[in-house]
């Protein structure tokens, strides 16, 4: 391979870069179909791949490679020569080359996002080639169960920009790995659930243009500590080794590649810097998707950081009625820009020159020179979704703030100062200028944030709660003088769908918006002129990885689960049947009693896949091994891809195992959900140990999915195989941190493996989780109570006394409290002392509390006593006195030390207790109080116990006594 020359690396670098941007202008001098492809006229390619066969015809080298690869996608294995001479000849510094195949596989993936995503969509057939493409897709037993279109582009744009790779990186288009990862995400979309291997494969194309440090997170992490969480008196836990992480297979692969991961933007420059936040924000959405959540928070800071926009939620005072008289605080985001100390002074222009929507051919990405002479627009002849007005006689469907146009210096300093979960900042970072509208990234950026703030809490009202003023400053981005993007408006539409739907008055509101969302991605925009059409297409097309809009059929899907929450059962099926939702639809047989039909439809889809097989004159028996033939027939193809999951389906209907174990074998052991159900098959009969193997065979195909490592834990606790069962929970908490049902049960089997410390973290993690339960507090306190471990010791007793008030006050572990104080306080370890004070005054409270709600409990205020008498001023002397005398009383009102001989001894150490206490205060009534208690006690037992040990220790604290008061001293 000839080595590139720094001019030819210069021009492929702007000729990536614009094509990133929809700059049709520079691309103009690079390709002639170049600026098609930017400005969303896809068909350019398409059109003529349509009839193309290649024998008489003679295409452009770049539709040539299409039309091959499109051809190709249906057989086992893909071939283009056009494309191998393409990459050859552009290894030896052919540009043209390059940019054929190079755009060859852009318009693929452009045009396959196009007809699945927001469209609009063309009105062309869709090729036969697509079924066929839809059983080379499946991956790690997951099959494309979406009713998607085209699925030969996407296979076609994946065999170009995916398994060349590391030649388009050779020959010097080093943003090819973005590309890569977005064709990576769109193939995941397919899928019915996440694949290990697309994720894998999608992190490393992320590592070549972003860097090791995301590879780094993907292939080198390792569990850890959580930060929050109170750290165990004196304990010198290894906290790496608090969870058992499961090895996985094969060796750290980052060892041999890190010369592969160059930072290919430079932050320094202007345009590299926008499109480096926007392939953040792409980063971070796809680390959610793969339970990565604190890594997506990483990528997000990075990609804020980039624009020089900080977010904030913060209160104002507003209304959500219209007859609302008296405000209330509301939770509203507000927007700033960070100033750094290189920072120059950006004019607002140009700050804004990037990521702006503007009508007719100008696209997302523009340069500065293009906007100078013109000022902003505040409309669009671009088409964007409807917002609904709600339509209620009371509720506005918004926060109406008060005095909103007006700015609160005050606010905002507060604001600057304050600390927030999804921003860390510098000191050398400054918050400067509010902002109160967004470019089109900006406003990708505050759905991350929204997107982000539940991919790290659990599904929650005040989750949601915490996510709509992301959503809300979203919505008003058509409102904005730098435009908005249709996708982004969509995908925060959908958001508030979610926030809404459980709201009585707002439901309305909810079913008109999916509705018209409906209409917006089905719209083929004929009313449009075609520039116009290409316009939007490119348009849509650039925030669909920025944004995490799923795709057409999701939309719609979502509208038939409003249909259902309202009643309207018949409306949901309608939709499922026509996405071949076959489990949803079964799902709304069952709830109105009719699974008969439900049966009836999915034999009748299996008969019409086998007819077709077998009018292409096919044998049944022959098609599995069909399968391996390059010849096989489409029939073949799809009846293969299909017919496994209809199985698995079947046997949800009928409860019939026979049906998962067909689907298993005739998938070749691939396909991982017929272990699955069987697993769940042999759950509900109780066979642990052959669900057990079901499951671990399920997993080793796919192991991305929390539930079934879940069940497989449970599994392995009835078997008694702890370490087991201990894996199975550690990667559930991996990719589910917020179960709080996988922390308990991890907590349970790391105390059976003896791990008792690392097991009290993991409760005290499940009680994060499930706060308002006392059961899983309670397990915390006793195995806290048993490895005195006073900081969670009190945490779960101020938690139990938060939940159940009086009944969850428990006196024996304060007890435990004040014996490892007393034992720190005479340490002659630094660390044991340096907690005295700490724990010290977290007990106060705690006694405090327990004490106002349980007032006859003799244990807790003997406890209380104990810890006055280490403090040495006069004023805890005299409490612990007070504490003392409580006590004696609780126990005189308890009345047992009459007649048991435990209890009266129990009611001597009481009285010799407060003996001592009052003789320590020197003070004549307090010594005069202790002195008429014991009398008393020794008179009503002197007749029964005048030989008891505790008898005679009550009438040597009567002497004491009595020598004090006579004593001049005091």
Request: aromatic share 8%; with cysteine; proline share 4%.
């Amino acid at each position: 391979m000839a080595p590139i020359s720094n001019r030819n690396k210069d021009l492929i670098a702007t000729f990536e870069r614009a094509l990133l941007r929809g700059d049709s202008n520079t691309l103009s001098s690079f390709h002639p179909d170049a600026p098609a492809v930017a400005a969303g006229n896809f068909n350019v390619f398409l059109s003529q791949c349509a009839d193309l066969d290649g024998k008489h015809l003679q295409p452009a080298p770049a539709v040539s490679i299409t039309a091959e690869c499109i051809q190709s996608a249906a057989q086992l294995t893909m071939h283009s020569r056009t494309l191998a001479n393409a990459l050859t000849d552009a290894a030896h510094g052919h540009l043209q080359s390059l940019y054929n195949a190079y755009l060859a596989g852009v318009a693929l993936l452009q045009a396959f996002v196009r007809e699945n995503w927001a469209g609009p969509i063309s009105l062309h057939s869709v090729s036969p080639h697509a079924e066929a493409a839809a059983f080379f897709l499946s991956v790690d037993g997951e099959d494309v169960s979406r009713p998607a279109k085209c699925l030969h582009w996407l296979r076609a744009a994946r065999f170009i920009l995916v398994e060349h790779v590391q030649q388009f990186v050779s020959s010097g288009a080093s943003l090819v790995p973005w590309w890569a990862c977005r064709v990576l995400l769109a193939h995941q979309s397919m899928l019915s659930n996440p694949t290990p291997t697309i994720q894998d494969a999608l992190f490393y194309m992320y590592a070549r243009f972003l860097g090791a440090h995301v590879a780094e997170s993907r292939y080198r992490s390792a569990p850890h500590a959580d930060s929050n969480q109170v750290p165990a008196d004196g304990d010198d836990t290894d906290e790496s080794d608090l969870l058992p992480f499961p090895v996985l297979e094969g060796t750290d692969t980052i060892a041999d590649e890190e010369e592969d991961f160059v930072e290919v933007l430079q932050e320094r420059e202007q345009d590299d810097r926008q499109l480096l936040a926007l392939a953040y924000v792409e980063l971070a959405l796809a680390q959610k998707m793969f339970y990565e959540s604190e890594q997506a928070l990483s990528s997000l800071r990075k990609a804020s950081r980039l624009d020089r926009i900080a977010f904030r939620v913060t209160g104002k005072m507003g209304v959500r009625t219209k007859h609302q008289t008296k405000p209330t605080a509301q939770l509203v985001a507000r927007a700033f820009e960070i100033q750094l100390p290189d920072d120059s002074e950006m004019p607002e222009m140009q700050r804004a020159a990037f990521f702006v929507k503007l009508p007719c051919n100008v696209h997302p990405f523009r340069e500065q020179e293009t906007l100078s002479a013109r000022e902003w627009p505040t409309d669009s002849s671009l088409p964007l979704p409807k917002n609904i007005p709600v339509n209620d006689e009371d509720a506005l469907g918004f926060v109406k703030l008060i005095n909103n146009s007006q700015t609160d210096e005050s606010t905002v300093e507060g604001v600057q100062d304050s600390e927030d979960d999804t921003e860390e900042w510098s000191d050398l970072e400054t918050l400067g200028t509010e902002l109160f509208e967004l470019t089109p990234l900006q406003q990708a950026l505050a759905l991350c944030n929204a997107s982000v703030i539940r991919a790290r809490n659990a599904s929650h009202a005040l989750t949601k709660e915490e996510m709509a003023p992301f959503v809300d400053f979203v919505l008003k981005g058509p409102k904005s003088r730098y435009g908005t993007s249709s996708v982004l408006q969509l995908r925060a539409l959908m958001l508030r769908v979610t926030f809404e739907r459980e709201r009585g008055r707002l439901l309305e509101r909810c079913m008109t918006q999916m509705e018209e969302v409906g209409r917006f991605v089905d719209d083929h925009l004929e009313t449009l002129d075609i520039d116009l059409k290409y316009s939007a297409a490119a348009e849509r097309n650039m925030f669909v990885f920025g944004s995490s809009l799923p795709p057409r059929w999701e939309l719609k899907k979502e509208l038939a689960i409003s249909f259902g929450k309202i009643g309207l059962v018949k409306s949901a099926m309608e939709i499922f049947e026509e996405l071949e939702y076959w489990d949803e639809l079964v799902d709304c047989h069952r709830l109105i009693g009719n699974l008969g039909a439900a049966e009836h439809m999915v034999r009748k889809e299996l008969e019409r896949l086998d007819q077709a097989v077998l009018d292409e004159g096919v044998s049944q028996d022959d098609t599995y091994d069909l399968l391996k033939d390059t010849d096989s027939t489409r029939a073949v193809q799809k009846r293969a891809a299909r017919r496994p999951r209809l199985l698995c389906v079947l046997g949800d209907v009928t409860r019939d195992p026979e049906y998962y174990e067909t689907a298993w074998n005739e998938s070749g052991h691939r396909y991982a959900r017929a272990k699955r159900s069987l697993g769940r098959t042999c759950v509900e009969s109780q066979k642990w140990e052959a669900a057990m193997g079901h499951f671990r065979m399920a997993l080793d195909i796919n192991s991305l999915f929390p539930d079934t490592w879940f069940t497989y834990g449970c599994a392995a606790m009835q078997v008694g195989d702890m370490q087991v069962a201990a894996n199975a929970f550690t990667r559930v908490i991996q990719q589910t941190p917020d179960n709080g049902e996988a922390w308990n049960n991890l907590g349970r089997a790391l105390h059976e493996l003896g791990k008792k410390k690392e097991a009290l973290t993991a409760l005290v993690e499940a009680g994060k989780s499930r706060r308002e339960s006392w059961r899983v507090w309670n397990n915390v306190l006793l195995l806290a109570t048993e490895l005195r471990s006073c900081n969670y010791m009190l945490q779960a007793m101020d938690r139990l006394i938060d939940i159940r008030g009086k009944d969850g006050v428990c006196a024996p572990p304060l007890g435990v409290v004040v014996a490892e104080v007393i034992r720190m306080s005479s340490s002659s370890d630094a660390e044991d002392k340096a907690l005295v004070g700490p724990v010290s005054r977290r007990l106060l409270k705690v006694l405090a509390r327990s004490t106002s709600l349980v007032s006859s409990n003799p244990s807790i205020w003997a406890a209380y006593a104990e810890l006055h008498e280490l403090l040495p001023s006069r004023e805890d002397k005299q409490r612990a006195f007070e504490c003392r005398l409580k006590q004696v009383r609780s126990l005189i009102a308890n009345g047992q030390w009459k007649t048991e001989v435990p209890a009266l001894r129990h009611m001597a150490l009481a009285c010799d207790a407060l003996a001592k206490d009052a003789l320590g205060t020197r003070n004549a009534l307090n010594i005069r109080a202790a002195s008429i208690q014991t009398k008393s006690i020794i008179e009503q037992t002197k007749q029964d116990y005048q030989e008891n040990d505790g008898f005679q220790r009550l009438l040597q604290v009567q002497d004491a006594l009595q020598n004090a008061s006579e004593s001049d001293d005091l």
